[in-house]
């Protein structure tokens, strides 16, 4: 078990510049979640994707931001023309839906710096 | 709209005693109720959890107590170890989607 692994694990950019990060799930691992948590609070909800399909977004995610899960894998969230109110940690986690309420896992995060 | 509370920032208990952790939730909805842990530069790790048909799960040294009446969960740790030192979060999920809202966290600090 290898894990839900996030690169990179931190990502300095200058305001207006594009970001994107990848995260790998867990191999067996179906459900695929974004949060963001920024100082002195818990994650958020961004989106999430069972296989490839995208099944919710939370109004969080402006339209700057853009997650893909292409063949069901891996998964990456672009940010367009950063701003400095997107510094944050962007965490990852995956789950196996089985029909009911399931724990997630969690990568380590990419911490994002807006100058 | 804070749906899932943690009134207490910060916790010191000294090792060996019982450190008790709470969270409250406002969304009668939520079934399904998780408590994970964070160390610095690390992901949050799960730790236990509660299905809203229960009203106490053990694990370990860990329990977490349900109260569905007054909308309040606890995290029990005995005895507490200098190791348990972390931010602790309160988490709750509904039905079949299991996308979490978590608390802002409770900083405990396990003293020798």
């Known amino acids: 078990d290898t894990g839900v692994s996030q690169n990179p694990r931190h990502k300095i950019t200058k305001r207006g510049q594009n970001v994107t990060f990848r995260c790998d799930p867990i191999?067996?691992?179906?459900?695929l979640y974004w949060y963001r948590q920024t100082l002195g609070q818990g994650p958020e909800f961004l989106t999430y994707f069972q296989n490839e399909a995208q099944l919710e977004k939370s109004r969080l995610l402006s339209d700057r931001f853009s997650a893909e899960r292409p063949k069901g894998s891996f998964s990456t969230l672009e940010i367009q023309r950063t701003e400095q109110g997107d510094s944050a940690m962007y965490l990852c986690?995956?789950?196996?839906?089985?029909?009911?309420?399931?724990?997630?896992?969690f990568g380590s995060g990419t911490q994002l710096s807006v100058l | 709209d804070q749906q899932v509370k943690q009134n207490s920032p910060s916790l010191s208990v000294q090792e060996g005693r019982i450190s008790i952790l709470n969270c409250d939730y406002t969304?009668?909805?939520?079934?399904?109720f998780l408590w994970y842990k964070k160390y610095p530069a690390e992901g949050p790790t799960f730790l236990i959890s509660?299905?809203?048909?229960?009203d106490k799960n053990e694990d370990g040294r860990f329990t977490v107590f349900l109260n569905k009446s007054a909308k309040h969960l606890s995290l029990h740790i005995v005895p507490s170890q200098p190791g348990d030192s972390a931010v602790y979060f309160c988490?709750?999920?509904?039905?079949?989607?299991?996308?979490?809202?978590f608390g802002t966290g409770t900083r405990l600090q396990v003293t020798l």
């Open positions: 191999s067996e691992h179906n459900r």
């Open positions: 986690a995956s789950s196996f839906e089985r029909g009911g309420s399931e724990k997630l896992f």
């Open positions: 988490a709750a999920s509904y039905g079949t989607a299991s996308k979490l809202t």
């Open positions: 969304n009668s909805m939520f079934d399904y």
């Open positions: 509660i299905s809203s048909i229960k």
